[in-house]
């Protein structure tokens, strides 16, 4: 089953990217048009351009919206805005790092805006966040454009690796990490490998038994199909829990995204139920903001599922 369902889910995505982007900017509107969402596109009314150059591995854009602020967009497709970024990064981050108590070691792959770091420098127990990021373009272009993201560069913990995700974790030790977060653009282009198998085995072997990983997991609207190829690789390879959970995010497609979380063999951990809060403190709130979005009502409702996706994802326990 798992095998099958990710290899057809993964054609389809190959198909897709082969068709390549087509996002385009008109009349002064900026329009995410992508065969990964046929039929529908997201427009931003935009007020100027103010960075776009072709790194090693993808098209950068940075423009001024008219409603949400500066806007970094990868091949065309948007990754984040100022204004709504809140309802990802902190959910991405909080609901693995919430669950498990004192995590110490947090790896993030990807993430070069800088906004996961913001979110996983809150706590005060971790001590040494690693990140690695393939492109350095992506992190530059952040610090310029985007200082209430990239401000999570400047915390003391954080050591950035330039490099592909699969590479660095063929050479993390086996256990190394409490938490690894993947916040990856989609799995076209250089975030490809980061929805296969092969990767997901690295990151379990480098979390301790009952670490967390939190990915990025696409929209259920759009790819239930691929996300359940996702969930199936996971549950052969972490064998403590698998879990989909979703935030609502006004400018990607569908208006939402979700994460995959799962845990791997060894201390329980029930992401539904966050064992720590930024409630009561605890937090130590390098950020100098407070958290926008996330909260812990928000943490346990993020994996309650509409029908026609519980019906995929959580299949009838045998
Ligand atoms: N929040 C966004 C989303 O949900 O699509 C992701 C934003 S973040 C900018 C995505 C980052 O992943 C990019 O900076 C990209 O360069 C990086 N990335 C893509 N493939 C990668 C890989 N194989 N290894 C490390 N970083 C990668």
Redesign the pocket.
């Known amino acids: 089953m798992a095998d099958a369902t990710a290899n057809s889910a993964e054609s389809k995505l190959k198909d897709a990217a082969a068709a390549g982007g087509v996002s385009a900017i008109y009349r002064g509107w900026f329009s995410e048009i992508s065969p990964l969402w046929p039929g529908e596109a997201n427009c931003l009314k935009m007020e100027e351009i103010i960075f776009q150059q072709k790194?090693k591995?993808?098209d950068i854009l940075v423009f001024k919206s008219a409603t949400y602020g500066n806007v970094?967009v990868?091949d065309g497709?948007?990754?984040?805005t100022e204004r709504d970024?809140c309802a990802?990064?902190e959910m991405?981050a909080h609901l693995p790092l919430c669950s498990i108590s004192n995590p110490k070691k947090v790896l993030v792959?990807?993430?070069?805006?800088g906004?996961v770091l913001r979110e996983v420098s809150r706590y005060s127990s971790v001590q040494q966040i690693d990140i690695?990021?393939?492109?350095e373009m992506?992190?530059d272009v952040?610090k310029k454009f985007f200082p209430r993201l990239a401000i999570g560069y400047e915390d003391h913990r954080v050591r950035v690796h330039i490099?592909?995700?699969?590479?660095?974790l063929k050479n993390v030790p086996s256990g190394t990490y409490d938490a690894i977060i993947v916040?990856?653009?989609?799995p076209i282009?250089?975030?490809?490998?980061?929805f296969k198998r092969p990767f997901f085995e690295l990151v379990a072997k480098a979390l301790r038994p009952g670490g967390v990983v939190s990915t990025?997991a696409e929209s259920f609207w759009l790819h239930l199909d691929i996300i359940e190829g996702i969930a199936a690789n996971c549950r052969q390879i972490f064998k403590g829990s698998v879990n989909y959970a979703w935030t609502s995010i006004p400018t990607?497609p569908s208006g939402m995204?979700g994460f995959m979380l799962c845990s791997t063999e060894g201390p329980p951990v029930d992401f539904r139920h966050p064992v720590h809060s930024f409630d009561e403190g605890g937090s130590h709130d390098t950020a100098k903001e407070p958290l926008r979005y996330y909260n812990k009502e928000i943490h346990s409702s993020a994996f309650c599922l509409p029908s026609f996706a519980k019906k995929v994802l959580e299949p009838k326990s045998k």
Do not use: T
């Open positions: 790194s591995y993808q970094l990868l497709v948007i990754q984040v970024e990802y990064q991405i792959i990807g993430g070069g805006d906004g690695c990021e393939i492109d992506v992190v952040a490099g592909d995700g699969v590479e660095f916040d990856s653009s989609d282009g250089p975030a490809e490998e980061l990025q990607y995204i």
